[in-house]
């Protein structure tokens, strides 16, 4: 990019950029770092939601961090995966963390969010319709009620692009559970 490019971007928007781009590298790091969640305090947390942690999420949507920071001190989490809708490109995590119990101690999101979902299906299973639920433990939910495909997105997110997302005719969106 030439200079006079890098001149013609309001300098507050340079910096929003940049650090958009250091917290998106910051959470594939710690999603690279975190590991298969079966045998793990994920699936004490969602048994104790009376969950079931799905095979085909474990590694590629879902995984488990040993160690992640929450205020100012470490506790081991659930890392799920947030995925550009349009381009499926990792773009961000969201975190639960939990007590050594299993127990939720808080929620932590990196990176970006915005046009994005943690795809507990694919694109390709998105044809007629996609259900859409508010954070990470609705999707998980709606697939034991026999709802697919199934995306989850961050609380409050309401992004028309979803509705259109994979050749999409028609969503339904789910509250938190």
Not at 102 to 121: E, T
Request: charged share 30%.
């Amino acid at each position: 990019m030439s200079r006079s490019c890098i001149r013609s971007i309001p300098r507050r928007d340079r910096v929003k950029s940049d650090h958009q781009a250091s917290n998106i590298a910051l959470a594939l790091r710690i999603w690279a770092e975190a590991r298969d969640p079966r045998g793990t305090l994920v699936e004490t947390y969602l048994r104790g939601r009376k969950l079931v942690l799905p095979d085909h999420v474990c590694g590629e949507t879902l995984r488990f961090h040993p160690a992640l920071t929450f205020d100012g001190a470490r506790a081991p989490g659930i890392v799920a995966l947030f995925r550009d809708i349009v381009t499926n490109e990792p773009c961000g995590i969201h975190r639960t963390l939990f007590d050594h119990d299993g127990r939720k101690l808080g929620r932590r999101m990196l990176g970006r969010a915005k046009h994005a979902a943690i795809k507990l299906d694919a694109n390709e299973d998105v044809t007629l319709g996609l259900v859409i639920g508010e954070g990470l433990e609705t999707g998980p939910a709606a697939q034991l009620a026999g709802f697919r495909p199934v995306w989850g997105t961050r609380l409050g997110e309401r992004d028309r692009r979803l509705s259109g997302a994979a050749g999409n005719r028609s969503d339904q969106h789910l509250g938190r559970v």
